[in-house]
């Protein structure tokens, strides 16, 4: 059953993440007056499409992504054509998609504050929740769902107390006795002195062991600024992430559907609220991803464009920019690929995005 849920939450989220990402370009082409022939989810072969106006709106075999295809991409002829237009109406069409999924948090997160859900409103007991690699608490042997009972014969009630005494022990070794699956752990730790800035002294994230909630849903008045607070904060973390990764006390990592499947039957089991953040998450990174300058991406169009601004109008042949993009495409299929044989060693060897 488990399996169920998470195949139908994989195809929920980035269902939904790719259908704002082309609803970002199909708007901006429309108001730009760029026929559009077709609004597809995945990538051809097409299953089956249905006709409004002049437009097809399709289903697709291969589930990477989605296309909203404009009359003459790389063909001004037709007076309605995407490539007819102007460079300044180009670029923003091509940008469109990954700005409206930059935007996702600032409009998810507050509609879901709308909607009723679990809410924290009281708890004690120290619960570890996360743990980074080849920390002390990682080679210590500290496994997720631990809970933390007592710090050198101290009993732990609340997270404060905890930090409390890590951090005064910092540079120390320090015993932690902890609640396994009803089974009681003493282990022995060295707390870091110096440690990442989205991490701590142990490596550990922790929360509630024992927690009270409420189901809730906030009015729009107190939902909208509470999520643009989150979307924000969201930001925030992906920044202190980004630095974290280029100063290399953390490797950078690459997933696919494969691994993004994994993570979000992770991500499921911990309710809906970190749901609504593990969208809002992928869509950010799957906006970076597109702007990439590379071949069949809206970032390899969009240098196309930049180009023949650069040449004062000198447009690249459309055969060439086709060929470019088609080689490419082949390209981004066979790195897909690879990363999914990847992801699937990863998950065989017991492995998790998240650690």
């Not at 990402?21 to 499409?49: D, S």
């Not at 409004?52 to 589930?63: A, D, F, H, K």
């Not at 007991?125 to 608490?137: H, Q």
Request: with cysteine; glycine share 10%; net charge negative.
């Amino acid at each position: 059953m488990s399996i169920v849920i998470t195949i139908v939450s994989v195809v929920l989220i980035l269902g939904f993440v790719i259908i704002i990402h082309e609803l970002g370009h199909f708007f901006t082409a429309k108001l730009a007056g760029i026929k559009v022939e077709e609004f597809g989810l995945g990538y051809p072969p097409r299953l089956f499409g249905i006709k409004r106006g002049e437009t097809v709106y399709s289903l697709n075999l291969i589930p990477i992504g989605g296309f909203c295809k404009m009359l003459g991409e790389e063909d001004p002829s037709e007076p309605r054509s995407f490539a007819s237009k102007s460079a300044a109406w180009r670029l923003l069409v091509l940008a469109a998609g990954s700005l409206v999924m930059f935007l996702a948090p600032f409009f998810v997160f507050p509609i879901a504050n709308m909607i009723p859900h679990e809410v924290v409103v009281d708890g004690e007991g120290v619960a570890v929740v996360g743990i980074e690699k080849n920390s002390p608490a990682d080679k210590a042997g500290i496994e997720l769902n631990d809970e933390i009972l007592y710090v050198n014969d101290i009993q732990i009630a609340t997270a404060e107390e905890l930090n409390e005494i890590v951090d005064s022990n910092a540079g120390s070794e320090i015993s932690l006795t902890l609640s396994r699956d009803s089974e009681i752990v003493t282990v022995s730790l060295v707390p870091r002195i110096e440690y990442p800035s989205n991490s701590g002294p142990m490596g550990v994230r922790i929360w509630w062991a024992d927690v009270i909630t409420e189901k809730k849903a906030y009015w729009p008045w107190d939902a909208i600024p509470m999520g643009i607070e989150d979307g924000w904060t969201m930001y925030v973390l992906i920044w202190d992430g980004v630095k974290i990764i280029f100063s290399g006390e953390q490797p950078f990592t690459v997933s696919g559907i494969v691994g993004i499947a994994q993570a979000t039957g992770e991500v499921v089991k911990a309710g809906f609220m970190n749901v609504v953040a593990w969208t809002c998450l992928l869509s950010i990174n799957l906006a970076i991803i597109n702007l990439l300058p590379l071949p069949a991406l809206d970032g390899g169009r969009i240098v196309f464009v930049l180009i023949e601004v650069a040449r004062r109008g000198k447009r690249i042949s459309p055969r060439t920019e086709g060929l470019v993009h088609m080689i490419g495409f082949a390209l981004l299929i066979g790195f897909v690929i690879v990363v999914t044989y990847f992801d699937i060693l990863r998950i065989a060897s017991g492995g998790s995005l998240f650690q």
